[in-house]
């Protein structure tokens, strides 16, 4: 299907993505999202926290305030700007709800029971899952098309929805015979860092549900405990070796390796030419000092943060009132392709 799409969009582009506000942040969505965030804010890009998808698995009504605000946090304290990023709440934008609902029209089932994630998520006993996380990839394509994003950096396992988002766009545009209405979202996948695995098992992406917290960096984490995670992470006795090749059969070793470069913000090779022949006695400290060295202070400045609520809502309110400006003209349009009475 997705072969023989064309795109006939011709407006301008849009960078888009949004994060689920459920456990705590840790050093792979440091790395694999907000780094990235960072780096293309100067495309104005419209970040959101996706509180709509957090409830197709049972929150705590108590806490998801909570945890939005902790999202927007992390946003802000890794270095995003207020003048170039919009951030906002996905449900303070209720045009992605109004759309959903067009798009739950235009998706086929088929199209859905594809979508391998839902399967990992509702577990055996689908009968029992939500019917929200089963339409979540369809909610996902209105995030994106409300507010017509050309351009979505996610991680590898977005990559089908964003084929949904495809699918769905030219299915509008086909349906409702506004050819180019939709731009057809291309995922932007994320380069080096997009990956951090477990601090114990270099084959296991790190993950904030793992039981194991020794797996993984928490960005709430204080320097000792940083310091102290590095030091116990799984390595081999080798020393590191000087050409990536042979670091490729060691995945705790490229792990490490990957993560330095990440926030160093050089090569993996880079980091061979510095530390190939030396032992992990050397380079987990070094490793150690340059996590506590950039991560420390936007921890520090998360924590500061989120002692200042006062200041979240009013960069959360700022944003969604950004995004409603584009979102509700567009939405407008929506209504009059689909036919809805517009008064
Ligand atoms: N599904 C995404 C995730 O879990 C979060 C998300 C929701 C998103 N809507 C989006 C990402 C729109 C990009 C664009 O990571």
Not at 24 to 32: D, E, M, P, T, V
Not at 190 to 197: K, L
Not at 285 to 294: G, Y
Request: with cysteine; charged share 25%.
């Amino acid at each position: 299907m997705s072969e023989a799409m064309q795109s006939d969009y011709s407006g301008p582009e849009r960078v888009l993505s949004g994060v689920q506000p459920t456990g705590s942040l840790h050093l792979g969505n440091y790395l694999g999202a907000l780094v990235k965030f960072v780096a293309l804010q100067d495309r104005r890009p419209f970040l959101f926290v996706a509180d709509l998808h957090a409830i197709t698995l049972p929150q705590d009504p108590k806490a998801l305030a909570g945890q939005t605000r902790a999202i927007a946090a992390a946003f802000l304290a890794a270095g995003l700007d207020t003048d170039k990023a919009a951030i906002f709440p996905q449900s303070a934008v209720r045009e992605h709800v109004e759309l959903a609902w067009v798009f739950n029209c235009t998706a086929r089932l088929g199209w859905l029971e594809r979508m391998t994630q839902f399967k990992e998520k509702a577990g055996k006993d689908k009968e029992r899952a939500s019917v929200g996380l089963f339409t979540y990839p369809v909610l996902q394509a209105a995030d994106i098309l409300i507010y017509k994003a050309t351009h979505v950096p996610v991680g590898e396992d977005q990559k089908q929805h964003l084929e949904l988002s495809r699918d769905i766009a030219d299915r509008f545009n086909r349906d409702f015979d506004a050819p180019g209405f939709f731009p057809l979202p291309e995922p932007l996948i994320q380069g080096p860092g997009a990956r951090v695995m477990s601090l114990k098992d270099g084959t296991k992406k790190m993950s904030k549900s793992d039981p194991a917290d020794l797996s993984r960096i928490n960005l709430t984490d204080d320097a000792d405990t940083i310091a102290r995670k590095i030091k116990k992470a799984k390595t081999d006795p080798e020393p590191l070796p000087d050409n990536l090749g042979d670091l490729k059969a060691r995945p705790e070793a490229a792990n490490l390796v990957g993560i330095y470069s990440a926030l160093a913000g050089t090569s993996d090779a880079a980091v061979l030419d510095e530390f190939g022949g030396q032992g992990f006695g050397a380079f987990k400290p070094a490793l150690a000092e340059l996590a506590v060295e950039k991560l420390s202070p936007m921890t520090a400045e998360m924590q500061r943060l989120m002692g200042d609520p006062a200041e979240i809502d009013r960069v959360l309110a700022k944003g969604a009132e950004r995004a409603r400006e584009v979102a509700a003209p567009v939405m407008d349009e929506v209504r009059r392709l689909v036919g809805f009475w517009r008064g």
